[in-house]
Each structure stands twice: as structure tokens, then as C-alpha cells.
């Protein structure tokens, strides 16, 4: 099963428990509102990605903003020109380190080879760690309770293993089910060693007052999907691979 990207997010928090030794995530996608938490761990002074997760936070849309104004007005005016174009002052920054990095020209590159996949995109700048002999599984994906009253705190464990040093890839949540849209949730971590992880995500199901603008969480059923890639989940560029998917229920009394 494939999980698409949403606007409307009902996840309350998703913590990412790495062991110390490993690179930190970064949240890529979180709207309305909701807010994602990731348990952060050191870089290795040696390591090239550091700026590897800030980079890919940047979104489809957002490349899609910059794509669109440097085919109309080139890269005139450098990087603060180009990089004024995103909508919020946290892109806007972003975007600028990696353009003054990269350069303009070679920033513009990627831009329009990226074909709105923000993995892809760093990668292509040097940003993001890329390794093609990346191997890893998921071991389970549990959630808890298995049934509980509106309101209630469900916690899911997405546990996966890594075989072979991976290069830049992304975790992704959906939860289906109800009268709301489907959500979801996605960060990306910049490289992977050989181990055992656990992704965390808690799902908070208390309605929202205002039902126009939250999840309302109806009881009955519902669908929780993970998915461990490396690349961006669902990606054909070079250097992606979806190392597992999978679905576990659970129930709102």
C-alpha cells in the first residue's frame, strides 16, 4: 500500500528513539497545527550530513514554489531573490543555506532535476548521503491499546532493522478510518548504520472543538501504516527503495 501525502494531519506527536550513535531526524511534514517531536541524536563530527534532514524538510510544494519561479524569472538576484518566493521564513532560511552553499546555478540545477522529491533534491546537492547497497526490514509495527474510548492516547512502535548502511530515507505514518481525511506524518533521517530502531508514534484522539479545523475521531475503526524507505517512500529517482510497508487496526469505542 502506498501512503500519500496529506494536508489534513490528526497526529498529536512522533518521537523517533534512535541509539546515540546515530544521526538525528528531522520532521518533513506537519500541518494545521500538529505538532511532530523527534528524539534527536549527535551526527558523528566526521559525517557530511548534517544538514541532510534540514535540507529534505523543505516539501514538494515548497520545490514546486521555487520550480515555477526560476523557469519564469531565472536566478536573477541570487539566492535571497529565489528563496523569497517560499511562503514561511523558516523555508525561506533553509532554502538560503542551501542555495549559498551550493551556489545559485547549481542550486537552480537540482531544483528543476529534483522533480519535486526533497530527498532527491539534497542528495543531488552533496547534502544528503546516498548508498545504493542500503538494506533494512520492518519488524513489526505494534499499536496500544488495541481499543480504547474517544479521547484516548494510542501509542504505536514501528520497529525496523538495517541490514547494510543505508543512505538518506524517510519513516511515514497514515492513519485512515472514521469521517475525517486521511493523515499522517513523515520524518527522514540522514543515514542509517547496520542496528535495530524503533519509531514512536502517539495519536491522540480527543476531538477537536472546532470540526473544520481538526479531527473529530468517531469510534470504529481504524488503520495504522508505516513504511521505512530510503529515498523518499514511493520515489523512482536513483538511490530509493522501500524497505518495508505495513498495517496494523486498532479501535475508538
Not at 33 to 44: C, E, F, R
Not at 145 to 159: R, V, Y
Not at 222 to 245: D, I, N, R
Request: proline content about 6%; overall charge negative; aromatic content about 6%.
Amino acid at each position: 500500500m502506498k501512503l500519500s501525502l496529506v494536508l489534513c494531519l490528526a497526529i498529536a506527536s512522533v518521537v523517533v528513539a534512535l541509539p546515540a550513535e546515530s544521526p538525528s531526524t528531522v520532521t518533513r511534514y506537519a500541518t494545521n497545527g500538529i505538532t511532530v517531536s523527534i528524539a534527536p541524536a549527535p551526527l558523528p563530527e566526521t559525517t557530511g550530513s548534517k544538514f541532510c534532514g534540514t535540507c529534505a524538510s523543505l516539501t514538494g510544494q515548497s520545490l514546486n514554489i521555487l520550480l515555477n519561479y526560476i523557469l519564469q524569472a531565472g536566478v536573477v538576484g541570487g539566492c535571497s531573490k529565489v528563496c523569497g518566493n517560499l511562503k514561511t521564513k523558516t523555508e525561506q532560511t533553509v532554502c538560503s543555506i542551501a542555495c549559498d552553499l551550493a551556489g545559485v546555478k547549481a542550486f537552480a540545477a537540482a531544483i528543476e532535476k529534483a522533480d519535486l522529491d526533497p530527498i532527491y533534491f539534497c542528495e543531488q546537492l552533496n547534502f544528503c548521503p546516498h548508498d545504493d547497497n542500503g538494506a533494512g526490514s520492518i519488524a513489526s509495527l505494534d499499536v496500544s491499546p488495541l481499543s480504547a474510548e474517544q479521547g484516548s492516547k494510542f501509542e504505536g512502535d514501528l520497529s525496523v532493522t538495517v541490514t547494510n548502511h543505508t543512505g538518506a530515507g524517510e519513516f511515514r505514518f497514515g492513519i485512515s478510518g472514521g469521517v475525517d481525511p486521511d493523515s499522517g506524518a513523515s520524518s527522514i533521517f540522514p543515514e542509517l548504520n547496520p542496528g535495530s530502531y524503533t519509531v514512536k508514534i502517539s495519536i491522540d484522539t480527543t476531538p477537536a472543538e472546532d470540526p473544520t479545523k481538526g479531527a473529530q475521531w468517531v469510534p470504529g475503526n481504524y488503520t495504522l501504516a508505516g513504511e521505512f524507505c530510503m529515498g523518499e517512500c514511493g520515489s523512482k529517482h536513483p538511490h530509493s527503495k522501500v524497505f518495508g510497508e505495513t498495517v496494523v487496526s486498532f479501535t475508538i469505542n
